[in-house]
């Protein structure tokens, strides 16, 4: 960390001849400092529900850039007193009063955070990017660090999503959100599932077909997933319509830097309620549980054959799709960790857990001092943890399985 | 009585001149004694004239606001100011305050375009070193900005680490 900046300024007293030199260095400035939000017609706060760890958050949107942060009670405090009345020192002093302690940090974080989102007057600083001198930047690691953040960032986009999506929601779209949509999905899928379980004798003929047909077989189940993934994000983000709120964007991106995947921005949800958010969240699932137990009742209905086979497999691929989806342990964000963490109201579950790793151990040591929203970040790693190795045993179970058959 | 052009032999802007030239530059030259927390010339004034600082110390400032003015520079013994003032007929961009007793030496501009068309020469010699000291001192100035910048970014906070924002893809 550099010394602080300093500035000199000379100064003179009218009517006095003369003059004084003073020196005021940055640390100094910075405490007297009085940061001012924007006006409060450029931001919306919206209070998320108390969470299972008996705390509140809350989502802060930049309306004029379209950008959202997550505040917890400590940071709304401070956001509260960021009016341009108050100088740095004077808010320090009140959160002490009120909280009783205070970390310094917490400010520079969240000016870091506020600047960074727009929020704060003088914002035409918030897209200033960091330069190092050209012999930093060209290391080989920097390089390859370069390129595995570009590939990470490859990404397609539907501009004017949010337009696209209200008019298909105009056009009908809203009757997927109708009770009766509901109810008669649920119908279909019950029906679907008794009939599966009828139908399992049949699941010979598909590991047939497949090894005679492979080709075919594979290109008609991707082709079935392509398009189930598309209309399930596609019905997120009517569902998002549905409440009101906006799209930001929809769009392919490589889930950590790996998975392809298609995307609905709507992170505007958060300014409704938390209903409204599990809606979202299970919309998209019931997409491959309705595609899934149609494709079972047109097997049922079919004769055997290939046909019949394709259905059948389609049926239980996407139904396993959106159990896969809808499980909320795997250290994934997907549909069923966004139902979970909007229940327990926890946004940052899965991103506080991951950090509490590294200090396990010594938290784990003095377990008395352990609070509640650490026990739920604990439960969360553990469930993660059992549910992964549970996954691979069973795999390598199969694994072994084929080992074994090879050798025969 | 002042031996100047043993004082002038010590400025960096005449270094490259002979004894003989020196001798002709002293003639051209005025001499001024400032006490400490005098005004050599202000911002906006007229500026006509370069100086040179035999002995004592001059900060250089600029008005901010009020009776506030930022410090840019200062000048010691065998340094020379408002060089501007030779070439430009533009007001004087800061003030020059004395900050202890001092001794100068003034050369205006009438004297130097004197010595442009008596001794052209000279004033060669003298503008190539000029143009040396105007690139360090304009080096110094960029680092003076890069440092006030710096001040403005840890005074309001401002970091330009990139910070996550909250935002949720449903997949």
Same mark, same amino acid.
């Given at each position: ?6 500035? @000199? ?37 919206? &209070? ?84 190092? &001198? ?58 679907? %599932? ?125 139904? @396993? ?22 229940? %327990? ?28 929203? @650490? ?34 | ?61 600029? *008005? ?54 008596? *001794? ?52």
């Amino acid at each position: 960390m550099p010394d602080p900046a300093k500035l @000199e300024l000379l100064t003179q007293t009218p009517g006095e001849a003369g003059f004084q030199i003073v020196e005021i260095d940055s640390s100094r400035a910075f405490w007297a400092f009085k940061p001012q939000r924007l006006p409060s017609t450029e931001w919306q706060l919206t &209070p998320q529900p108390v969470g299972a760890d008996g705390a509140r958050n809350y989502i802060l949107n930049n309306l004029r850039h379209d950008r959202y942060l997550l505040l917890n009670s400590k940071e709304h405090f401070l956001w509260n007193y960021f009016d341009g009345r108050h100088s740095l020192e004077e808010i320090a002093r009140a959160f002490y009063l009120s909280v009783g302690a205070f970390d310094y940090s917490i400010i520079r974080q969240l000016l870091t955070k506020l600047y960074h989102c727009g929020l704060l007057e003088g914002r035409h600083a918030m897209d200033l990017q960091p330069s190092h &001198p050209a012999a930093i930047d060209d290391r080989w690691t920097d390089r390859i660090g370069r390129r595995l953040m570009t590939w990470r960032r490859i990404s397609l986009r539907i501009s004017n999503a949010d337009r696209y999506c209200s008019i298909i929601y105009d056009h009908g779209g809203f009757l997927l959100f109708h009770p009766l949509t509901f109810w008669l999905s649920t119908a279909v899928a019950i029906l679907a %599932l008794a009939l599966a379980v009828r139908l399992t004798p049949n699941a010979h003929d598909f590991t047939y077909f497949v090894t005679a047909r492979p080709f075919l077989i594979t290109s008609a189940m991707l082709a079935t997933l392509l398009v189930a993934s598309m209309l399930h994000v596609l019905v997120h983000a009517l569902a998002c319509k549905s409440y009101g709120r906006r799209v930001r964007e929809i769009g392919f991106f490589l889930l950590q830097g790996v998975w392809p995947t298609f995307y609905a921005d709507v992170t505007d949800i958060f300014m409704s309620s938390r209903r409204a958010r599990v809606t979202v969240d299970l919309a998209g699932p019931m997409v491959e549980v309705v595609l899934g137990s149609v494709a079972i009742l047109a097997a049922h209905a079919s004769n055997p054959g290939i046909g019949q086979a394709l259905l059948l497999g389609a049926g239980v691929m996407l139904w @396993e799709s959106a159990v896969i989806n809808l499980y909320p342990f795997n250290f994934l964000e997907m549909d069923g960790y966004n139902i979970l963490s909007d229940s %327990l109201a926890m946004p940052m579950l899965r991103q506080q857990a991951l950090a509490l790793i590294p200090n396990l151990p010594r938290r784990l040591r003095s377990v008395r001092t352990i609070d509640r929203a @650490e026990w739920i970040q604990i439960g969360y790693l553990v469930l993660c943890l059992a549910s992964v190795l549970v996954y691979l045993i069973a795999h390598l179970d199969v694994i072994s399985a084929l080992y074994r058959s090879s050798w025969r | 009585m002042h031996n100047v052009p043993d004082f002038l032999q010590n400025v960096a802007l005449f270094q490259d001149l002979a004894s003989a030239d020196l001798s002709t530059l002293a003639g051209l030259l005025v001499s001024k004694k400032v006490s400490a927390g005098s005004v050599i010339f202000r911002e906006l004034d007229d500026s006509d004239a370069l100086y040179l600082l035999e002995t004592g110390q001059v900060v250089i400032s600029k *008005h901010v606001h009020g009776q506030v003015d930022i410090v840019l520079t200062r000048f010691y013994s065998g340094d020379f100011f408002g060089e501007m003032g030779l070439f430009d007929a533009a007001p004087r961009s800061a003030t020059a305050h004395t900050e202890v007793d001092s001794s100068l030496w003034r050369l205006d501009r009438k004297a130097f375009q004197q010595i442009f068309s008596d *001794h052209p020469e000279i004033a060669a010699r003298i503008c190539y070193r000029l143009v040396t000291v105007f690139i360090e001192r304009l080096r110094a100035t960029n680092e003076q900005a890069r440092e006030a910048i710096r001040w403005g970014l840890e005074a309001t906070g401002y970091s330009p680490t990139d910070h996550p924002l909250f935002g949720r893809k449903s997949t």
